[in-house]
């Protein structure tokens, strides 16, 4: 297949906005291989939460907050584990994208999609939904799962270490500089939140009036606003990942020592 369009990535400590930026960028450069990849996922997804919504919610698109208190807040964790664990799925090409921007490698859908280490992103990928989900079931529990186990995948493919040592050496750099990589992580999320709410309450209402509404017609509208969302978030995980290790483990200056062309294998930690 041919090359992608490259993002933009600098190697250097970013800002918040510089990061969310950055991810963008990435999102658009590998878009011809995530956003497909994000839709379908998606739409799996939407056939899980029209489920969920009949099961939990009484077929509400939009529950008040009484109407998912007890029982029915099974449905909740159930639909964070799942959101969680595409994300972190659409983590190993976004990872991939990343660490080819970094060197200066042609970015090609091909390499993308090569199925190596996949078997220990589905471990990770199942892991995070595990744990989302079980997290998620306490009061505030949502709040440490989803930044905790964000960085898992994209250190797994980035950094090229086992599945353990990729689970623990994710959540030791969402933790590092104070849990910054958390926060950020926790503000992607929310402003993507945000902008799904705002076009699925729009979409959902202009669908109504036409009276084309239902279960099915919502799902269609978040299936489309959740692609491009998961696919950023992603993006944003890979970024905040390398963007770790050049703010507190000097990866920037270790590229500049390297002589001659740099491949993703100089990422790679050794240690």
């Not at 200066?104 to 990928?125: I, K, N, T, Y």
């Not at 692609?227 to 970024?239: E, F």
């Amino acid at each position: 297949m041919s090359a992608v369009r490259s993002p933009s990535l600098p190697l250097r400590p970013l800002t918040t906005g510089e990061l969310l930026d950055a991810a963008m960028e990435v999102t658009r450069g590998a878009g011809r291989v995530l956003l497909p990849l994000a839709f379908g996922l998606a739409v799996v997804e939407q056939l899980v939460m029209v489920w969920v919504r009949e099961t939990f919610f009484g077929g509400s698109i939009f529950p008040w907050i009484g109407d998912i208190v007890g029982p029915a807040w099974l449905g909740v964790a159930l639909g964070t584990g799942v959101e969680s664990a595409i994300i972190a799925l659409l983590g190993v090409p976004a990872a991939r994208a990343v660490a080819a921007t970094a060197v200066g490698v042609p970015l090609r859908a091909r390499d993308l999609l090569r199925r190596r280490g996949v078997g220990s992103a589905a471990l990770l990928v199942l892991l995070t939904f595990v744990v989302t989900f079980v997290l998620t079931l306490l009061p505030l529990g949502w709040l440490p799962a989803y930044p905790l186990m964000g960085l898992a995948v994209a250190t797994l493919v980035i950094d090229g270490v086992g599945p353990l040592r990729a689970l623990g050496r994710g959540v030791k750099l969402v933790l590092r500089v104070g849990g910054r990589a958390a926060v950020i992580r926790l503000l992607g999320y929310a402003a993507w939140l945000l902008l799904r709410l705002g076009f699925g309450f729009g979409a959902v209402s202009a669908l109504d009036l036409v009276g084309i509404g239902g279960p099915w017609a919502a799902a269609a509208c978040f299936a489309l606003v959740n692609t491009v969302a998961y696919a950023n978030l992603a993006s944003l995980d890979a970024v905040l990942q390398l963007e770790t290790r050049i703010r507190t483990e000097g990866l920037d200056i270790a590229l500049a020592r390297v002589p001659g062309p740099l491949t993703p294998q100089h990422l790679v930690v050794t240690r």
